[in-house]
């Protein structure tokens, strides 16, 4: 179970490709390690003051650990959370540490910059279902069911984002069987 000395991950809460990567921690944290805060939320932006960054800037994933004392960000973020989700991830990790972290960061900024044309984006933060409320930091009330997620006044339709006239699949199936 999550306790307050447990990591903190800090997603865009408005980002199909962060709400899947959350989902995706959360299928494979079998010992509900991690907590979530979206960037949106009074507590990211908090943690975030703390550390002198703004909150404002929704590019980057953060992992906070060590009772919000140590910050970590990017792609070393996420060769974290690989690291700590175990078995096969652990490999993985270790495979990406192997790349510089300049090439890393690059990867992620490029991925960074079009994850809402090619993932979609939410028009408000999407909440977390009742089972796992209690990992997530500062989640609000309810509206609507929506993949496994509460929605606040966003488009969902048959497990999918409409995004303008794009209809856009908020967790493609490869990365959802990863």
Known sequence: MADSANPVLLYDGVCGLCNCLVQFVIKRDNQAYFRFASLQSDAAARILK????DSHDL?????VEESG???????DAVILLLRELGAFWRVASLVLRICPRWLRDWGYGVVARHRYRVFGKYESCVLPEEKYRD????TGSEQRQGNGFTT???KVHEGAL???HLRVPLCPSWLTHL
């Open 50 to 53: 703390r550390h002198g960054l």
């Open 152 to 154: 606040k006044d966003t």
């Open 135 to 138: 990992r997530f930091l500062d």
């Open 59 to 63: 590019d980057t994933l953060y992992v």
């Open 162 to 164: 409409r995004v303008s």
């Open 69 to 75: 004392e140590q910050l970590t960000s990017r792609s």
